[in-house]
């Protein structure tokens, strides 16, 4: 898919770093190429999937995540496993936030929470993106 989404945590309306164990669990096994001058990571699916992610870690924390040029399937399902982990949330253009709990959506901003969705698979998040 041709865009970016945006993935970030929120602790009462603002943003909150992410554990970078939980972006080295989900997509550390995945990668096949790196750039760390750009922060970026190239992940590979066992599906054939791919995508290119931009994140900056900082120690133990990383403070937002992009996912770029991106296929459905699998690597979806690595977005969806890797916000559970790290408590927080994608913000697709266009398109309402995914929760990955519904506990989250009392720490987004106000402008973001009415329409929220809660995902619990790629395949949720694919279906949100495209019905947008």
């Given at each position: 898919?041709?865009?970016?989404?945006?993935?970030?945590?929120?602790?009462?309306?603002?943003?909150?770093?992410?554990?970078?164990?939980?972006?080295?669990?989900?997509?550390?096994?995945?990668?096949?190429?790196?750039?760390?001058?750009?922060?970026?990571?190239?992940?590979?699916?066992?599906?054939?999937?791919?995508?290119?992610?931009?994140?900056?870690?900082?120690?133990?924390?990383l403070d937002s995540l992009t996912i770029s040029r991106f296929s459905a399937?699998?690597?979806?399902?690595?977005?969806?496993?890797?916000?559970?982990?790290?408590?927080?949330?994608?913000?697709?253009?266009?398109?309402?936030?995914?929760?990955?709990?519904?506990?989250?959506r009392d720490h987004l901003p106000e402008e973001l929470r009415a329409d929220?969705?809660?995902?619990?698979?790629?395949?949720?998040?694919?279906?949100?993106?495209?019905?947008?």
């Open positions: 898919m041709g865009y970016d989404m945006f993935v970030q945590r929120f602790v009462q309306g603002d943003a909150a770093p992410m554990a970078a164990d939980a972006f080295l669990a989900v997509f550390a096994p995945r990668v096949n190429r790196r750039a760390p001058q750009h922060s970026h990571w190239h992940i590979s699916a066992e599906d054939g999937g791919t995508a290119d992610v931009y994140a900056a870690l900082t120690g133990d924390t399937g699998v690597v979806l399902d690595m977005l969806v496993e890797f916000i559970g982990l790290s408590d927080a949330v994608v913000l697709p253009p266009g398109s309402p936030t995914l929760l990955a709990h519904e506990g989250q929220a969705v809660v995902v619990q698979a790629g395949a949720d998040v694919e279906r949100v993106i495209l019905n947008c």
